[in-house]
């Protein structure tokens, strides 16, 4: 019952810049933490960087520095701003969601994903 869409991916040059977005929809609960995964071809998903409901972030040591994560007030956005992008930051990014159920257990939602290339 949650949906998660990606927006913001494209083509850039070496040392530029993206902004990606995530719309987040149905049943969201206050308590939740939101981040942004990639896959690149012949490599496994990796954690680019997380929010949790208080604003508090993560990020990857590869990205820290050039990426930033941030979520609106609602809770229901969640956005990864990219600078200085190289080409091995080309591949497809994710939006996630986890948030607890019963008994403890967790959840995982995922957004289709959005293409970003960075390339001459």
């Known amino acids: 019952q949650v949906q998660l869409v990606e927006s913001g991916g494209g083509l850039v040059q070496p040392g530029g810049s993206l902004r990606l977005s995530c719309l987040a929809s149905?049943?969201?609960?206050?308590?939740?933490?939101m981040g942004w995964y990639r896959q690149a071809p012949g490599k496994q998903r990796e954690l680019v960087a997380s929010i949790d409901s208080n604003g508090n972030t993560h990020y990857a040591d590869f990205v820290e520095g050039r990426f930033t994560i941030s979520r609106n007030n609602a809770k229901d956005w969640v956005y990864l701003q990219m600078t200085s992008l190289n080409d091995e930051d080309t591949a497809v990014y994710y939006c996630n969601l986890k948030q607890s159920g019963a008994y403890g257990s967790d959840y995982d939602y995922w957004g289709q994903g959005t293409q970003v290339t960075v390339s001459s």
């Open positions: 149905g049943r969201i609960f206050s308590i939740n933490l």
